[in-house]
């Protein structure tokens, strides 16, 4: 092969960043990769604004299809995102016998086990560097570099726009609505943060992670995922005060068969290095039982960032290519007994300590109250904080538990909060021992 | 290839962990490989130590250059360690034909240009995952992750012994001498510690950095090289007033077709993720053209996490075999133009902010006659904390500047030094910007 000949379906933020890559560094690309990657056609359905890029020798066209169906072309990037049609494309585009590389977490977490099938069908390549981490090279760490390692823990901080509300509310004391206005201000957040603040898209990249780690394939829906919309300012300031920072992290813990999988604010303690990744940036913190932990730090998202980890998948895919190799490697680099259902444990028999706070009615004898429920339920208190009265608004009584089991802790909560002094829902906490 | 033959030379610390990997794992191992790793042969000339293995079905010899000679091994794992014999043995592999996986970061930083071409007429692959950051695939991630980005900057923390008698100087308050002999006794640093704490061996690991990141070959005696034993517990104390860490770092900043390269202690802001890294951890902190900051954080050192990257560049062969790889990529990812001579920015012509001690006699107008020396050449005073008064001892005036040429601040000590004021020679602290 001369050239690798490269198909770009979707030009928007990052595969204009990629077609910059390819276009204006296509000399120090080349030198990095044995051969010369010629973009070679660009499919988008808006292909009239302008990307500031020189487009000189580069077809264009509405039709994503007609790059699988081009002989010419050998690998075609997906970055439409979502499940339709990227899913159809990439397909098509395998079956077609191109090697694919997608920034599609989505796609992927719901259909990789499709996909890549297919690819291996096909004796193609699939590339998703870019798909968790943006430009942390976080999966080839954990498919190539802790290969020979058993992984015991994952967890990471894998969604910017919820590390930067949550970093800015405890940067700027304030609350969860203004840090996610600031957010969309500056481009951190979009519109519709539902995605990126309820957790989904962090379970989405989970997903990818466990397969990665574990060899299995678990559905996004199997993962259990809450966000961080209601978190409170006042929660980082109680949390800060007993020594922990909140951070939405994406939890695996192997147990035996099992693995825990969960989405969840976390409290962990201020001095932990997960707690020093700050604003839009992510990291995985992971732990094999050989290696002890190791950190992947760095930009998550962004345009330049997630292209650089397209751009490297590809030179990836040329130097294997120019040392002949006629079969691909497993994307998730396990090459028996990929197990379609793996055990996964109930986060209801997690044991840890919990943060709770109840937003309770200012008279007596609630205290009281909450504790002969919690004790009722085998939950014994660690610490408590109780707010001095203030204004008309509720009073907030904070309790810090010992050890308890998450299905007491639910069936408690069932209890107290249809109580008549409790002003609204309490709020729950978990503190994550798996980072330890 | 039915399985992968595996030759051992070298059955110490690490060897023996990856024996026990090979022999202990195997099924987990060939899992991930897509074929068998059989240990064949160990070599070392202390065949009678017990560590702990069942050796059953495995050859031992004293003789490690009969691993070379046997038809029936692929490859050579060489842990000898040190310049020679690992290099006629690495040498006489590769000659016939064998791949090799080496952690050996001396060998490769004085000879690895030799090594990589020996490697690349044989058509074989040399691993060296192990020879930098231990357990934390930072190697992988600069070759292949950042491939397609050009890395600006490079500031390593990549010596746990280092690493670990500054944190302790730290957190307990204590001097150098002190921490060393903990250091020493906990297993952390060798009976003779000079390559650790001198700055050479992360200088070996700094020039396999550098060729990784830029393709160019540098000796390590061509690096900037100052170790960490004149540092004193007054100014970590000092540092930490000013806002600032003492971190021994392996530096490489790029600026056009230069490059700047220097090991020497260096304080860096408390806050910046790099601070964080204490004990014998080790962190890379690469800033790339389009990633933006990344970092690679984990243990450097140790038995299992030093075997397990090993083991790993093993499977890493493996699933390259597998894949009917005729040819090997180039072991740095640089296909063309590797520069025999790179351009190499003197330390002379660094500017940055300096941290001055003067240890002087306590008597009235040493200040000024030392300001007045820095003025002269052109070293602005940022600011001064001056000891106060205790026993006979000498005081000590510490002086922060602004931005300086390290020129002129060297030729301003040489000037200061051998006053009479001066109780003994000054030390000095340079100040990082490249981390920011």
Redesign the interface.
């Known amino acids: 092969m001369k050239a690798l000949q490269v198909g770009l379906a979707g030009f928007g933020t990052v595969g204009a960043?990629v077609a910059q890559?390819l276009l204006e560094?296509a000399a120090?690309?080349?030198?990095?990769?044995?051969m010369p990657l010629r973009l070679r056609c660009i499919a988008d359905l808006d292909l009239e604004r302008d990307r500031g890029l020189c487009l000189e020798g580069v077809a264009l066209t509405r039709d994503a299809h007609s790059l699988c169906r081009d002989p010419q072309i050998h690998v075609l990037i997906e970055l439409i995102g979502g499940v339709e049609p990227a899913r159809t494309l990439v397909l098509e585009a395998l079956a077609n016998g191109k090697h694919v590389i997608t920034a599609n977490k989505a796609l992927l977490a719901a259909h990789g086990g499709e996909i890549f099938q297919a690819a291996a069908s096909a004796g193609v390549h699939v590339g998703f560097?870019a798909s968790v981490g943006g430009?942390?090279?976080i999966l080839?760490?954990i498919r190539?570099?802790?290969?020979?390692?058993?992984i015991v823990s994952m967890a990471g901080i894998i969604n910017g726009t919820a590390n930067y509300i949550l970093s800015a509310m405890e940067e700027k004391g304030l609350d969860f609505p203004e840090c996610l206005r600031e957010a969309q201000a500056k481009g951190y957040a979009e519109a519709d943060p539902s995605l990126d603040i309820e957790g989904q898209d962090t379970a989405h990249k989970l997903a990818i992670l466990v397969a990665l780690a574990h060899?299995v394939q678990i559905r996004p829906e199997q993962i259990f995922t809450e966000g961080i919309q209601h978190i409170t300012g006042r929660d980082i300031r109680y949390a800060r005060e007993l020594g922990y920072c909140i951070k939405l992290l994406a939890i695996c813990v192997a147990r035996g068969q099992e693995l825990a999988v969960r989405v969840h604010p976390t409290m962990i303690p201020c001095?932990h290095?997960l707690a020093?990744v700050n604003q839009a940036f992510n990291a995985v913190y992971v732990t094999?039982?050989?290696?002890?932990?190791?950190?992947?730090?760095?930009?998550g998202a962004?345009r330049?960032?997630t292209?650089?980890?397209v751009?490297?998948d590809?030179?990836?895919l040329g130097?294997?290519i120019?040392?002949?190799?006629?079969?691909?490697?497993?994307p998730l680099?396990?090459?028996?007994?990929i197990q379609p259902r793996p055990a996964l444990r109930s986060t209801e028999d997690l044991v840890t300590n919990y943060y709770l706070r109840f937003p309770v009615a200012d008279q007596p004898g609630v205290l009281a109250r909450i504790a002969g429920v919690l004790g009722a339920h085998e939950i014994s208190i660690h610490s408590v904080i109780q707010q001095g009265r203030r204004g008309r608004g509720p009073v907030h009584v904070i309790i810090l538990t010992h050890e308890a089991l998450e299905r007491n802790v639910q069936a408690a909560l069932r209890e107290i909060n249809p109580l008549e002094v409790m002003r609204s829902p309490a709020l729950l906490v978990r503190i994550e021992h798996a980072v330890d």
């Open positions: 960043g890559i560094e120090w690309v080349e030198r990095r990769t044995g560097e430009g942390v090279p080839r760490c190539e570099g802790l290969a020979a390692d058993r060899g001095q290095m020093k094999g039982v050989h290696s002890g932990p190791v950190m992947f730090y760095g930009q962004g330049m960032p292209a650089a980890a751009a490297g590809l030179v990836d130097r294997s120019g040392s002949g190799c006629t079969r691909r490697p497993h680099g396990f090459y028996q007994d």
